[in-house]
């Protein structure tokens, strides 16, 4: 049976750049913050194309990325992984694990996305550590001509997420080896003197203009949009993806509107008995 991981393998978009490339319609995926694998490995048979694990601003560590990796493993969904940091010896780590998928956070400039994409590969054409004989990535030396045909498993997609960033976009869009960008409008409205005003005009117009520059150099981009109306207008100005919930909101506004139906009766009514 050939592996999921194998190169080529035409039973499978390798990586979510093959995954972009081949869709005839906008990807939509959800924030996995839980560190949870069976909550995981719902979201992963939603029907959803795409989940984020995130370990920036959730309780991920290696463990819980690999059982979720595993968990997912087998369902016809994409998973990204987003370090919590731009850095080397992390993404050495994560690649191992038998990420595919990185989502890197805070990628300011043309320097910090060549430093990304480099971390993915291996000498001459990056930094990236050898060690894939002990790594699941290659399946323990299972997936044939694993060091010249690792890049091939792997996609780099920045984030945009700062004024600076925004300001660079067009040479951080041209760097080799960087599959695509991702609009982070809440941090970029933190940057922009906003904090908390995601749908301010100007945060809106700075997403547009990445949207419109990522087009130009042939390159998805991707927003974070949890309000519906707004995932549509940027998908209108032409996001290739997006992210439209988290599992730990989800569960937050279902448990909320439990309690509100239950446990807060309207004048008159008496709460339910249990």
Known sequence: MPLRVEPGNPEYANTFRDALAAADRPLAGMWVCSGSPLIAELCAGSGLDWLLVDAEHSPNGLESILAQLQAAN?????????????????????????????LVPMVNSVQEAEAAVAA??????????VGSALARASRWNRVQDYLARASE????????????????????????????????????????????????????????????AAKTAGKPAGVNAFNPDTARSYLAAGAAFVLVGADVAILARGSEALAAAFTKPSDGETPASY
């Open 74 to 102: 087998g369902y016809a969904v994409q998973v990204l992984v987003r370090p919590p940091v731009n850095d080397t010896v992390l993404i050495k780590q994560y690649l191992d694990l038998g990420v595919q998928n990185l």
């Open 153 to 212: 498993t792997v996609s780099v997609t920045v984030q945009i997420e700062s004024t600076a960033a925004v300001e660079a976009v067009e040479e951080i869009l041209a760097v080799d080896g960087v599959d695509g960008i991702f609009l982070g409008p809440s941090d970029l409205a933190a940057s922009m003197g906003v904090l908390g005003q995601q749908e301010h005009p100007k945060v809106r117009a700075a997403v547009e203009h990445c949207l419109a």
């Open 120 to 129: 993915t590969r291996y000498p001459p054409h990056g930094v990236r550590g």
